[in-house]
């Protein structure tokens, strides 16, 4: 039943709503502040910028497909660059992101919403990804996914 939820919703669209949630929650909890960072927040925040652009140049310089919800079409493992310490950068990126902005929104409740969004992308956007490269380039992709690790 859970499989329905599997690669269903492009992963920016759960950026913006996870960081509407966490806003949401800090606005109707105000007994969960804690103390805010916008220094702090800007360096997440631009070096989760850095790691999606690092993202995307990797996939223009390997010329294959970028869309996370259709990882069949993928025409090569693309294992530089970024992709030499991260399997994810991209939703690293994301993390660290949404980590800025908890920064910024100085409350409990917007950091704590940052596992919930790891343990999605992990369950239901990073496993399905894997599975079809895996059956597609067999013994090189299962050796990458040895090589790197998931997140850092």
């Not at 920016?12 to 916008?38: E, N, R």
Request: aromatic share 10%.
């Amino acid at each position: 039943m859970l499989r329905m939820l599997e690669l269903k919703l492009p992963p920016v669209a759960l950026l913006l709503a996870h960081s509407m949630l966490m806003g949401l929650v800090a606005k109707a909890w105000p007994g969960g502040s804690v103390p805010a960072s916008t220094p702090l927040a800007l360096v997440l925040a631009l070096a989760g910028t850095a790691v999606a652009l690092a993202v995307v140049l990797a996939f223009r310089r390997a010329s294959t497909t970028m869309n996370p919800t259709r990882p069949g079409k993928t025409s090569c493992i693309v294992s530089t660059g970024i992709y030499r310490r991260s399997r994810n950068p991209m939703y690293l990126g994301f993390v660290l992101a949404l980590a800025g902005w908890a920064s910024h929104l100085g409350h409990i409740g917007a950091w704590c919403l940052l596992p919930v969004f790891v343990l999605y992308m992990n369950r239901f956007q990073i496993a399905p990804e894997e599975r079809l490269p895996l059956a597609k380039f067999g013994a090189d992709y299962r050796a990458y996914l040895q090589a790197v690790r998931r997140w850092i």
